[in-house]
């Protein structure tokens, strides 16, 4: 049966997360995933998790196995608050809206402001989950580059200048994926004065925040607006489990309200089994000392992967971006027409990484660029991929 027919113009030219196809044929144990984004499983807390989980079902079943708020259990709130306030984020008088994963804050945020027509600017590239989520409420994506140390500040002023009634910019200030950049506070509070100027909004996504292990904080972009036009998504899929699907959303109340009954109409509410997990798990554990861990470890995964580039990349061949945090680096071959060309002789050698034109405004556009994740795979298997794609970008 042909099924286009019936298909709403907003979904015929959508075309899935390629990172996601990419899983489906990464199902060969051999592949070396440098692809995906996935926190370092080999330190959930799957012991204390559980026996958190089985007291919640023993002791309350009642409430873990029943309907919840939309905006989440108020315990749950006082979590996201905590780990807002570390970085500013939470203004007082500012509300919150506990989300199934950052993913939904971002998609029902731009489900509450974006028309057919309007004007969005994101960097370039950026996240293709949130990508997908503007394409989806069929708005025109307005990219400005990002370079070394983030989005060109002087380029936003220009899309700004340029496009009228623009309504929101999109940014990952810190850690963004898929460049690994940070902007600078000078940046952020260019963008800030630009947000004031032209009269947009600011959706601030910061789901790495906490992982840097080199370098110096920067402040939030919600830490210096004045303005209430902020909205800051954080997630906990980077610091505690992404499978556990906790995220939120902090900023002004009468903003948050509609987004709030968008979410009623979504999935009315995000599980509270997990909820009370995780306000357990930080009451009974310290949380920071779980990140620590895994800062720690993903500072010594990047630098192993930074070695191993240095010893097994055919010299003056690719750039790359240096990380202070996160879980991304972004490589550049300035040499190549077309990087699918070695995408594909990695998979032949079963290493998978990620084309850089799954995370450009137009996905069709060819590029020379590819992201690589250090944070998933163990360091003898990320020297040993990158050995692969070094032997792999000879060949090309
Ligand atoms: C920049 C960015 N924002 C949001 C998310 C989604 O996070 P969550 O698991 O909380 O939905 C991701 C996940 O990879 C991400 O990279």
Redesign the pocket.
Known sequence: MDYTKFYSDRVKPMKGSAIREMFKRMADPQIISLAG?NPASELFPGEELSKISEKILREKPAQALQYGTTDGLPAMKECAIKRAKKVDAYTEGDSVIIMT????G?DLTAKALINKGDKIIVESPS?I??LNAFRTYECELVGVEVEADGMNIEALEKALAENDGVKMIYT?PTFQ?PTGTTMPLSKRQKLIELANKYDVLVLE?N?YGDLRFSGEEVPTLKSLDTEGRVIY?G?F?KILS?GM?L?YIIGAEELLTKIEILKQVNDVHTPVLTQMMCVEFMEKYDIDEYIEKNRELYGRKCSAMLEAMDEYFPKGKVKWTVPEGGIFMWCECPDVSDISVLVDKALEKKVAIVPGSNFAIDINEPSNKFRLNYSSATIEKITEGIKRLGEALEEI
């Open positions: 984004g994963g950052a993913n939904q971002i996240f989950g949130s990952i994926n996504d789901p998504a997630s899929s992404p699907r995220g």
